[in-house]
């Protein structure tokens, strides 16, 4: 399996930007069944989740980002997004793609850079 994301960059606070995450690598008809999520990390600081979309169709926020952040899939193309608005310098960390299915299929794209800066 392997998730490549993509969209990081550098933004001026209260921008916009859309990371993506490409999936490959998974057998046929089971994409679906991964827990999908975005966490991020800065450095001397542990990874932290950001937001999750399950298997059944929940998504889950952390507080940090509830109302700004907005996390979508696509199981038919295997792709998941994370749209960021009204972004704030400490939002500002690599971003992290990741599939988890029954606590022992856990998987990691290698991040991609958001940097929020005037």
């Known amino acids: 399996v392997q998730l490549v994301e993509s969209g990081g960059g550098l933004v001026q606070p209260g921008g916009s930007l859309r990371l993506s995450c490409v999936a490959s690598?998974?057998?046929?008809?089971?994409?679906?069944?991964?827990?999908m999520s975005w966490f991020r990390q800065t450095p001397g600081k542990d990874r932290e989740l950001v937001a999750t979309y399950s298997a059944g169709g929940f998504t889950k926020y952390a507080d940090s980002v509830k109302d700004r952040f907005t996390i979508s899939r696509d199981n038919a193309r295997w792709t998941l997004d994370l749209q960021m608005d009204n972004l704030k310098p400490e939002d500002t960390a690599t971003y992290y793609c990741?599939?988890?299915?029954?606590?022992?299929?856990?998987?990691w794209g290698r991040g991609t850079q958001v940097t929020v800066s005037a």
């Open positions: 690598g998974f057998t046929p008809g089971t994409y679906q069944n991964y827990a």
């Open positions: 990741n599939a988890e299915f029954g606590g022992y299929f856990d998987f």
